[in-house]
């Protein structure tokens, strides 16, 4: 049975690797934070019985901010895949707390890799990368694009990217990287765009809140399904040669794009509801991305399955079910 650790397990990508990995056979170890509340509910399905003779999800408290526990934890787990899915990734935010993020997003990379090669396990690392890392670099973005990053979180993630090449080729670690476009899911969390659109729907149905109030709704991105691009990320950790991918749809639509298909499958018109609040504009803002996903069809047979009003239509009728209503 293999062993895969995940850092980040408790968030959207998480719990999607964690499924994907579990229905594989794989025994999956995930690092938590120590909080005062519950943040489990999008893995709580996958656990079993306390009384299972082997546990297949088994959960470990800890933080990419602590070196020694999670050189500790890798020593005693010995996995032979390790996904840092771990980041303070909201951008926006990071403006705010820049510290913050370089520490966890940037540096939580560099302690998984120094702790792989202290303690000389033979395992399969990933970093997972961001599209925010091109900014303002005109697409289409491929690999080989140039990087002009625009936020802290971009420049943390950046910093998490080339220190993965770094170990690769300084020290023969079989360490990839995915440069993942945005995902979104009904497991998004609840400060993004998409999944703020969403979640607001049924509270303007109805009558909970007046308006939707957003940032930049010109700003164009290339918006696939995560369970999908889970799927991709583990094609990268398999692939023999570590290497890194673009994993994207090749699509870019606007957040306007979004709000018409969202607003529509409920046959209201958005623009009755939906207010800019200047709140939630960035410094300095990021128009346009889409990927060049050519690579990663070539090398790994890998597409995405869902297509945008297909992702729009779930994460709709997901969150109008938890609000017990349906599509019209």
């Keep these: ?31 938590i934070r120590r909080s005062s509340s519950f943040n489990t ?21 800890g933080d990419v901010a602590d070196a020694t526990r999670l050189a500790r934890l890798i020593s005693r787990i010995e996995p032979d895949e390790i996904y840092n899915l771990a980041a303070q990734s909201q951008v926006r ?3 705010d707390i820049p510290e913050y993020t370089a520490d966890i997003t940037g540096l939580g990379a560099i302690r998984l890799l120094e702790a792989i090669r202290d303690a000389r396990v033979q395992c399969r690392f990933y970093q997972a990368s ?6 303002s670099t005109p697409p ?61 729907i049924p509270k303007l149905l109805k009558k909970e809140q007046p308006f939707l109030y957003l940032g930049n709704l010109s700003a164009r991105r290339d918006w696939g399904h995560a369970r999908d691009y889970m799927e991709a990320v583990h ?3 398999q692939h023999d040669a570590a290497d890194d991918f673009v994993i994207g749809t090749g699509e870019s639509h606007s957040v306007e794009d979004f709000l018409d298909v969202a607003f529509g499958l409920v046959k209201l018109d958005w623009h009755d509801y939906v207010r800019m609040d200047p709140r939630y504009l960035r410094p300095s803002e990021v128009e346009t991305l889409c990927a060049d996903a050519t690579k990663a069809r070539e090398v790994l047979g890998w597409r995405p399955r869902t297509t945008f009003p297909e992702l729009v ?9 938890a609000a017990n209503m349906s599509l019209p």
Excluded: C
Excluded at 42 to 59: D, G, K, N, S, Y
Excluded at 183 to 191: I, V
């Design 140 to 200: 289409p973005h491929r690999e080989d694009t140039p990087f002009h990053p625009r936020s802290p979180y971009a420049v943390a993630k950046l910093y998490a990217h080339w220190a993965t090449i770094n170990y690769r080729e300084a020290y023969g670690l079989h360490a990839s990287t995915g440069i993942l476009f945005n995902h979104e899911s009904p497991r998004r969390g609840e400060t993004f765009v998409t999944r703020k659109i969403t979640m607001a």
């Design 93 to 95: 935010v990071s403006f």
């Design 41 to 61: 509910s999008r893995i709580t399905h996958m656990f079993e019985e306390p009384q299972a003779e082997e546990q297949r999800l088994v959960l470990h408290y």
């Design 130 to 135: 961001s599209s925010e890392m091109f900014g």
């Design 313 to 321: 239509r779930e994460m709709v009728t997901s969150d109008l079910a």
């Design 235 to 237: 094609a990268i950790v």
């Design 1 to 31: 049975m293999k062993r895969a650790l995940i850092t980040g397990i408790t968030g959207q990508d998480g719990s999607y690797l964690a499924e994907l990995l579990l229905a594989k056979g794989y025994q999956v170890h995930g690092i």
